[in-house]
């Protein structure tokens, strides 16, 4: 059934959303992360009238976003989410890593209430700011919801953390699902699911495929001890040297965001064995804005519908998972 709780807690943890700009007509010479949750909530009239927590979970550019941000608050929604009287967790976020960090504690804490992600594409100060709406709307998302799981609430869409995507690097609408149609909308207020039919009757049921949580004892180890993995292209002239420089420093898994489905230059492909016959984990994507890359037994591990930022998150995981 829909939440009967009506406490919903607020965690900040920076970006545009949080941005000032000098000048009010400037909507990209702004500092992100210069205001306070607590002060985001106060400048949205609208919220007087609910229930709400705000936490400062941390006040960074999301371009910054670092692997202890993503433990403490991992911890904090879980902390917050086993509280009975909590309906749900909405988050403000910046929109660079945005996506990455949706699908992370997606996989991590598979929460069976909605933890709803926003942020702006323009900083607080500005003429026409999207961020209040944004928050305003991701609160409405968190209350009346019925289904558990990670989502992501921009310009009135909601979107699953496993499909969001950022798709520009300007527009207010920036975000959208690789594939398929969005979970639902948020109009005047209301929220309208368009994904399936969602009866009222309908206890909270997940969005994403019921993939157990990973769990946050497995990520509670120094970020010192995280595995290294890293992104590369395959593109014109190709030749996989990146891999070898990247072998001699030391790397425990690469992620290569293919041409097409997946498909790699002989060089870099040959580069890609040599680094998994010396244990490196290996994971083919597309660099591709939609679409899975095709499983094979003679080819490269698939990533199959992950993009490449999403499938190092399932790496981490993986090689988190298997040095336990």
């Not at 976003?65 to 909590?86: I, K, S």
């Not at 749900?88 to 699908?103: Q, R, W």
């Not at 909605?114 to 961020?131: F, Y």
């Amino acid at each position: 059934m829909q939440n009967t709780s009506d406490l919903i807690v607020i965690l900040g943890t920076g970006g545009t959303i949080a941005g000032t700009a000098v000048d009010a007509s400037d909507n990209v010479g702004y500092s992100a992360a210069q205001l306070g949750v607590a002060q985001l909530v106060a400048a949205i009239p609208m919220l007087a009238a609910r229930r709400l927590e705000t936490e400062q979970v941390a006040q960074l550019d999301s371009k910054d976003m670092d692997f202890a941000t993503w433990q403490r608050l991992a911890e904090r929604v879980a902390t917050h989410l086993a509280r009975p009287e909590v309906a749900g967790i909405v988050i403000t976020h910046g929109t660079d890593t945005l996506e990455e960090t949706a699908y992370f504690l997606q996989r991590v804490l598979a929460p069976s209430k909605p933890v709803v992600i926003t942020a702006a594409m323009r900083p607080a100060t500005a003429l026409l700011s999207d961020g209040p709406q944004n928050l305003l709307d991701a609160t409405v998302v968190a209350l009346q919801s019925f289904v558990g799981g990670v989502l992501v609430v921009l310009g009135g869409a909601i979107i699953d953390a496993q499909q969001v995507r950022k798709v520009h690097s300007y527009r207010l609408n920036a975000f959208a699902p690789a594939e398929g149609g969005h979970v639902g909308v948020v109009e005047e207020g209301q929220v309208r699911w368009l994904s399936r039919p969602l009866l009222p009757l309908l206890p909270l049921i997940p969005l994403m495929p019921l993939m157990p949580a990973f769990g946050l004892a497995r990520i509670a180890r120094s970020v010192d001890a995280w595995p290294r993995v890293e992104i590369l292209f395959n593109h014109v002239g190709c030749d996989g040297a990146v891999v070898r420089a990247l072998l001699a420093q030391g790397v425990d898994g690469l992620v290569v965001a293919g041409t097409g489905n997946g498909s790699l230059s002989s060089g870099l492909e040959a580069a890609l064995r040599q680094a998994q016959a010396q244990g490196v984990m290996i994971l083919r994507s597309t660099r591709c804005d939609a679409g899975p890359v095709s499983a094979s037994e003679t080819a490269l591990p698939s990533a199959g519908a992950l993009s490449p930022v999403k499938a190092r998150v399932e790496m981490l995981l993986t090689l988190l998972g298997s040095s336990d």
